[in-house]
């Protein structure tokens, strides 16, 4: 089947993208039609000549485990296995410590009961960003290994990345298409297949590349009545996020009051012991000095505990401790006070 991208009126309009990952899921994923993923692979590295899709969804391990689902995942030349991510937005820091993680699955998730840590297989992770990754803007995509960072010694292959960028791929324009190598035109249908304003652009590379091809026609198939299903549902999985997001804020204001009362019933009960010692410290003739001292506490404390109940004979104990505590005496106000009697010069219970 050949589309004209041209044609838009003949087409009910669409604003998917194979950026867009469920479409990337379908298309490039497809376990019935492995097309455009081998051609995707190839043009990553020709030595890629096999690759056979996995389910993506690995379970969690135990109650605290995060679940992992991978965009794409399978076996190379059935020796590697892979991870193919894509990513419409993101930082590089957020996107490498993501790539870890997905690594660290794909190697430990191998069976290696009664077997050689030798015989567990290489894994990759790929990653097709369309943020900025590298520097130079030359440079569109790497691997990467583990790499001494004094001798530059590679500590093994058996961990592997490899960094895609789509940004930055507008430059191409200026090549003819016939002279774009395979992975460079794979980027320009990632990143614009479904623009209008790149559709001559997209036709032309359509015509000479069977994989790029099939997937624009693959994309340009799926019906109106999936792409609305998967407006809504990524409209109710936003709608979902911020209600838990609000659910979560909540929950944790609440958690931090109860943390806050139950701290402040500690304090209340640490500054009612002390009240307790200090009035009694005072009723057998020691000065705020002298009980200070032997409490190790500050002065200032003492001598406020002493004002209130000169001021308040009849207070109990927990109303003195509860008249520090609504008055902010105890403590930062106790600081103001002790300044402000040594500026006067005086400790009247002292």
Not at 107 to 119: C, I
Request: charge should be neutral; proline fraction near 4%; charged fraction near 35%.
């Amino acid at each position: 089947m050949s589309i004209d991208l041209r044609e838009r009126k003949k087409l009910k309009k669409r604003t998917i993208s194979l950026m867009d990952d469920w479409v990337f899921k379908a298309v490039i994923g497809d376990p019935e039609d492995e097309v455009c993923l081998s051609s995707f692979f190839h043009a990553i590295d020709p030595d890629f000549r096999k690759v056979r899709l996995l389910p993506g969804e690995k379970k969690a391990g135990h109650p605290d485990d995060k679940a992992i689902r991978y965009d794409i995942c399978g076996v190379i030349n059935e020796k590697i296995y892979f991870d193919l991510e894509i990513q419409r937005n993101g930082n590089p820091e957020e996107q490498g410590i993501r790539i870890v993680f997905y690594l660290s699955r794909l190697l430990s998730g191998q069976r290696t009961k009664g077997k050689d840590y030798r015989e567990l297989r290489p894994v990759r992770v790929i990653m097709i960003t369309n943020s900025r990754f590298f520097d130079d803007p030359e440079v569109s995509s790497d691997v990467f290994y583990l790499v001494g960072e004094k001798t530059g010694r590679t500590l093994t292959k058996h961990i592997q990345v490899s960094i895609i960028e789509l940004a930055g791929v507008e430059r191409l324009q200026r090549i003819p298409v016939q002279d774009l190598t395979p992975l460079d035109r794979w980027r320009i249908v990632l990143k614009f297949a479904g623009d209008p304003d790149k559709a001559a652009w997209i036709q032309a590379i359509m015509a000479i590349d069977e994989g790029c091809r099939r997937a624009v026609e693959k994309m340009m198939e799926i019906p109106m009545s999936m792409i609305e299903y998967m407006w809504e549902t990524k409209r109710l999985d936003r709608e979902m996020m911020r209600n838990s997001e609000i659910r979560e804020e909540r929950e944790r204001a609440v958690k931090k009051a109860r943390e806050r009362a139950l701290k402040q019933g500690k304090d209340q009960g640490v500054l009612l012991n002390l009240v307790t010692i200090v009035l009694k410290k005072a009723k057998k003739g020691m000065r705020a000095a002298e009980i200070a001292d032997m409490l190790e506490e500050e002065e200032a404390r003492i001598q406020t505990i002493l004002k209130i109940k000169e001021e308040h004979p009849d207070y109990t104990e927990e109303q003195i401790a509860m008249k520090m505590i609504s008055e902010s005496v105890y403590p930062a106000t106790l600081r103001n006070k002790e300044r402000l009697n040594e500026e006067n010069g005086k400790f009247p219970l002292a």
